[in-house]
């Protein structure tokens, strides 16, 4: 459902619930604002977004790719705060499966937008990954001192450290195998 039509609808049950308040129903008209909040919250939230974070915080992937595809045209069904977020859930998904390949929907979460910082140390901590996994030091190195700067909150640092013994280890591999 497109967000126009959600706010039609929310703005049609507001009307409605005013309506039960004038005419005296004071209980139907309090199921009303709480179907009106609901339906104005989807605006700004879409459930099936909300769902899929949903189930791959409990790591349940199948479901999580079911619910990102009822997304068809995210242009029109999602505002534009919420693409990057998008791309960035399609990159993980796909990161289980195809790890090079998830590669374009992080860089694409990042150019649309990402607004909390751990979003984007996560989106870049992903990106040094797949640099490491082509061995490229340089980009991978990059990536992780942006995700650095990025996870002001100090949520990623264990993996962004590991991350750096294991280009360590990558330097040690090359430097034995000459």
């Keep these: 459902m497109s967000n126009i039509v959600r706010i039609i609808l929310s703005s049609l049950l507001l009307l409605g619930t005013v309506a039960l308040f004038i005419y005296g129903e004071w209980g139907w008209g309090i199921l ?3 179907l009106t909040l609901i ?3 989807t605006v700004f939230f879409n459930e099936n977004m909300l769902i899929a974070q949903f189930y791959l915080r409990k790591e349940n992937m199948p479901k999580a790719a079911k619910w990102l595809g ?3 045209q995210y242009e029109k069904q999602l505002i534009r705060a919420q693409h990057g977020y998008y791309h960035l859930l399609l990159g993980l998904l796909e990161s289980q499966k195809a790890p090079l390949q998830s590669e374009k929907y992080f860089k694409r979460a990042l150019t649309l937008g ?3 910082g751990h979003n984007v140390a996560l989106a870049k901590l992903s990106l040094a990954g797949i640099a490491m996994a082509k061995r490229n ?3 991978a190195t990059k990536y992780l001192q942006e995700a650095k700067k990025a996870d002001k909150n ?5 993996q962004i450290k590991l991350m750096k013994d294991q280009m360590g280890l990558m330097d040690k591999q090359q430097i ?3």
């Excluded at 100090?154 to 264990?158: E, I, N, R, S, V």
Aim: proline share 0%; aromatic share 14%.
């Design 137 to 139: 030091k340089r980009e």
């Design 32 to 34: 009303g604002i709480f």
């Design 39 to 41: 339906a104005f919250v």
């Design 154 to 158: 100090k949520l990623l640092a264990d």
């Design 176 to 178: 034995r195998y000459r």
């Design 70 to 72: 009822n997304i068809t």
């Design 114 to 116: 990402l607004h909390m």
